[in-house]
Nanobody, 127 residues
Framework: LQLVQYGGGLAQSGGSLTLSCLAS????????IGWFRQAPGREREGVAC????????KYADSVNGRFTISRDNAKNTVYLQMNALKPEDTGVYYC?????????????????????WGQGTQVTVSL
């Protein structure tokens, strides 16, 4: 049971990147999925979250309107589309999953209580 991340890398300010998170051993369709990031010297913070209901989503104020979380159940993959990137978006990004959450609309940015974490992927945004 694991999450494997793809994507990330280097982008210029104003550019776009897409992160992917593929699950094996369980279904993301029945999970709450979150994307977190951690910049050097800072705590891990939640940036986007999606519940079992696809219309149940939550975004950090700093990324709202620029980032979009989505899920492809057929591919058992969750995506984070990042547009209008800013240098302050730089950090290591992690996906995380809570299989069988308390409700179909359960969302959280607490870094505690997640059952699985991806390996992390670096995103660097230059001026």
């Amino acid at each position: 049971l694991q999450l494997v991340q793809y994507g990330g890398g280097l982008a210029q300010s104003g550019g776009s990147l897409t992160l992917s998170c593929l699950a094996s051993g369980f279904y993301l369709e029945y999970s709450t999925i979150g994307w977190f990031r951690q910049a050097p010297g800072r705590e891990r913070e939640g940036v986007a979250c999606i519940g079992i209901n696809d219309d149940s989503t939550k975004y950090a104020d700093s990324v709202n309107g620029r980032f979009t979380i989505s899920r492809d159940n057929a591919k058992n993959t969750v995506y984070l589309q990042m547009n209008a990137l800013k240098p302050e978006d730089t950090g290591v990004y992690y996906c995380a999953a809570i299989p069988s959450p308390p409700s179909r609309t359960f969302l959280t940015f607490s870094p505690d209580g997640w059952n699985y974490w991806g390996q992390g992927t670096q995103v660097t945004v230059s001026l």
